[in-house]
Structures are given as structure tokens and as C-alpha cells.
């Protein structure tokens, strides 16, 4: 998994219903980032941090909350606020002191029923 | 290439062949490119790299170009195999300060045998 796991790999909500998405990385890194991906497009930043007990919103936090209380976990929490969650989540790292790009994990599916 | 819209750019080449997808990218300020490599169901992996103070790099069959005065990256993949098959995006280090890296729509490479 180079480091980084996500769990569950698929996952159902029902309207209305917060559900809570796994980030776990165990290479000691300070930066984690989430990511939605829709069919047929790219990346859209979530939120991120830096550091433990900090974070960032990206472009579509609106409807997402997280939090940063250990180094080695991000969870993402998809709220009843966020009217369209069915999506590809994804969660990386970046692996490399210097920035060499991120490491991503192998991704958790929403989807609303 | 990259673009933006609902419809994923699509490439499609025969088994053998060099492949070359493009990328425009947005900010003239970024520094650092990359290109990851996405099989269905699957995170991002990472591919190759570049700094904007290099024009080329290669890899293992694969090479980047970067052309920073129009702002355009490309990845030629040769001797294109089927595992080749797969969305291939661009991304490009953010402006502000921050390692945060920008990914472009993608383009779906498919291998005809």
C-alpha cells in the first residue's frame, strides 16, 4: 500500500447519514490530503494539513469536515450537508521530503442509496 | 489533451506504437509537474516528474516534455503495451506556497491490439 491505507473500499450512505472515510499512513509524514474524483474528471482538492491539530480547505470543502489529531490519521467526514457524495474519495501523502508529489492511497467509493 | 468538460479526452493507439498526451497547464509560477498514471478502481501513481528548470526527462520507456513559454507538458510513452491502458493527468505544483499540486481533467489512453 507504500504507506498509506484507506478504508472501507466501498461504502453506502443513506441521505441524510454522516459517514466517516479512513486515511491511516504509517511513514511518519506530516502532509495529508483529500481528493474527489468524479466520473470522467480529475482531482478536486477536499482538505488538507500540514501538521497535526491544522487543516486547510481546498476548493469543495463545503459539506466535509476532517480532523488532524494524530500524525498518522486523516479521517473524512462526508456530512448530510453535501447534497451530491457520490464519488471516488482519495487520500495521499506526500512521500518524499522536498515535495516530490503525492502518494496516493487505493481509494474508498460512496455512493447514496 | 487536457481540457475541461464532462467528456474524458480519449487517445487511442496500436499496441507497438509511441503514444504522446498532452497537458496545458494554467500558472506560469509552478515549478514542478507531474504525471500520474490511474487504472480503473485504482489511486494515482505516480509516473514521472519534472522541475521547470529542466526541458526533459525520461524514464523507463516514458518522457516528459516541458515547454514552460507556452505552458504546455507532455508524456510519450514507447513501444505502447496494454498495460498502458489507463487515465494518465498532469499536475502541477500549486502557487501558493503551499505542497499542494493542481491535476488536470485527464486523458484515457486505450490500446487497440
Known amino acids: 500500500d507504500g504507506g498509506i491505507t484507506q478504508s472501507p473500499k466501498y461504502l453506502f450512505r443513506k441521505e441524510g447519514q454522516n459517514v466517516t472515510l479512513s486515511c491511516e499512513q504509517n511513514l511518519n509524514h506530516d502532509a495529508m490530503y483529500w481528493y474527489r474524483q468524479d466520473p470522467g474528471q480529475g482531482l478536486r482538492l477536499i482538505y488538507y494539513?500540514?501538521?497535526?491539530?491544522?487543516?486547510q480547505k481546498g476548493d469543495i470543502a463545503e459539506g466535509y469536515s476532517v480532523s488532524r489529531e494524530k500524525k498518522e490519521s486523516f479521517p473524512l467526514t462526508v456530512t448530510s450537508a453535501q447534497k451530491n457524495p457520490t464519488a471516488f474519495y482519495l487520500c495521499?501523502?506526500?512521500?518524499?521530503?522536498?515535495?516530490?508529489?503525492?502518494?496516493f492511497g487505493s481509494g474508498t467509493r460512496l455512493t447514496v442509496v | 489533451g487536457e481540457s475541461v468538460g464532462l467528456h474524458l479526452p480519449t487517445l487511442s493507439v496500436q499496441e507497438g506504437d509511441n503514444s504522446i498526451i498532452n497537458c496545458a497547464y494554467s500558472n506560469s509560477a509552478s515549478d514542478y509537474f507531474i504525471w500520474y498514471k490511474q487504472e480503473s478502481g485504482k489511486g494515482p501513481q505516480f509516473i514521472i516528474d519534472i522541475r521547470s528548470n529542466m526541458d526533459k526527462r525520461q524514464g523507463q520507456r516514458v518522457t516528459v516534455l516541458l515547454n514552460k513559454t507556452v505552458k504546455h507538458l507532455s508524456l510519450q510513452i514507447a513501444a505502447t503495451q496494454p498495460g498502458d491502458s489507463a487515465v494518465y493527468f498532469c499536475?502541477?505544483?500549486?502557487?501558493?506556497?503551499?505542497?499542494?499540486?493542481?491535476f488536470g481533467q485527464g486523458t484515457r489512453l486505450t490500446i487497440n491490439p
Open positions: 494539513s500540514q501538521i497535526v491539530n491544522d487543516f
Open positions: 495521499a501523502i506526500v512521500k518524499d521530503r522536498g515535495f516530490y508529489g503525492y502518494t
Open positions: 499536475a502541477e505544483s500549486g502557487a501558493q506556497g503551499a505542497q499542494k499540486l493542481v
